[in-house]
């Protein structure tokens, strides 16, 4: 019997590529250069799985491309608003993620970051490595001590809950946490002497820290807006390793252009990888490329998941991370 064919639009960890290459009639991409609409097209049309990433855009035209042979999307990663879900739903289309095995290493960027931010670490080392440095003063570079503080997250899913721990174990924090529907298991609540905010606002006002965690997408769209940013404390810091584009830019610059809040640290950002060069120019904004799982162990796990999930497919069978 002839293998499936699958095309995968990025470079994987190549103990995942190898693998694959094992089950399949697989298509790399060895430049590791994004795919075009119309190579995603010709890839829907000439694959029977596509193994995508956050950085290929899925829309409703590349889906509606029309004599399809793919009849799964494995996405390479847990956030999945770079793929028009209810237009893949409407086609019948099964979609996949890749989620449990990404929460620690995100989690740790988050608190990297929130770290980072509080204690100006990214300031410091450009003022090191441009050989500014002329000693030790009691009054350089003074940032906010993190121990004993409130962390606020908007979200609790099993990212936020993962850094709640770290943040209330390892550091003493105060937990807060926003969500506007579910109700997290009271044992984790327990666990973490978390609170619940009734509202964003009431969360935004209380926290020493704000970090989001919640999906991408029209709903959760620049929901960190100005009038939001002003609620935050002027000492306060939001960090974000969810999606660019749950905060507005131009708000946020102007926060900490203007110190409505003290600084952010940003993993993710609207239009990424061309974020507003305004980021640039602020030393109170810590600046990653979108590491949030980027550890060996971590993408190799989320390549295994998804040889998984379109294994189980090919074998008749519900994939277990389907979410469409
Ligand atoms: C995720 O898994 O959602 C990461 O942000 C990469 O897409």
Redesign the pocket.
């Known amino acids: 019997m002839n293998k499936p064919k699958v095309v995968v639009t990025r470079r994987w960890p190549a103990e995942v590529e190898t693998q694959l290459q094992a089950l399949y009639d697989v298509q790399l991409n060895e430049s590791d250069v994004p795919m075009s609409a119309d190579e995603l097209k010709h890839a829907l049309q000439t694959a029977d799985a596509l193994l995508t990433?956050?950085?290929d855009p899925i829309t409703a035209d590349v889906l509606n491309t029309p004599n399809k042979r793919a009849r799964i999307i494995g996405?390479?990663?847990?956030?999945?608003?770079?793929i028009d879900i209810q237009t893949a739903k409407a086609q019948g289309l099964t979609v996949t993620?890749?989620p449990h095995v990404?929460d620690d290493c995100?989690a740790d960027i988050a608190m990297l970051l929130l770290l980072m931010s509080a204690r100006r670490a990214s300031e410091a080392e450009r003022m090191v490595r441009a050989g500014q440095w002329t000693g030790w003063t009691p009054t350089q570079l003074l940032g906010q001590k993190v121990t004993g503080k409130t962390l606020g997250l908007i979200g609790f899913g099993r990212i936020a809950q993962a850094m709640a721990k770290k943040a209330h174990y390892g550091f003493g924090m105060n937990i807060l946490f926003y969500v506007p529907r579910s109700t997290p298991e009271q044992h984790i609540i327990d666990d973490l002497q978390a609170t619940r905010c009734a509202s964003i606002e009431d969360l935004l006002a209380q926290a020493d820290f704000v970090s989001l965690h919640c999906p991408g997408g029209e709903a959760t769209k620049r929901l960190i807006n100005e009038t939001r940013l002003k609620l935050m404390r002027p000492t306060a810091h939001l960090i974000n390793?969810?999606?660019g584009d749950v905060v507005d830019s131009e708000a946020l610059i102007k926060a900490l252009k203007e110190g409505w809040i003290a600084g952010a640290g940003l993993?993710?950002f609207e239009g990424e990888p061309h974020l507003d060069p305004e980021f640039l120019t602020l030393d109170n904004a810590t600046l990653l490329p979108?590491l949030?799982?980027a550890s060996h162990e971590t993408r190799t796990a989320?390549g295994n998941r998804v040889i998984a999930n379109i294994g189980e497919f090919f074998a008749g069978r519900e994939p277990s991370d389907r979410v469409a």
């Open positions: 990433t956050v950085t996405q390479f990663g847990v956030g999945y608003n770079n993620n890749t990404l995100t390793t969810a999606r993993d993710v979108h949030g799982s989320m």
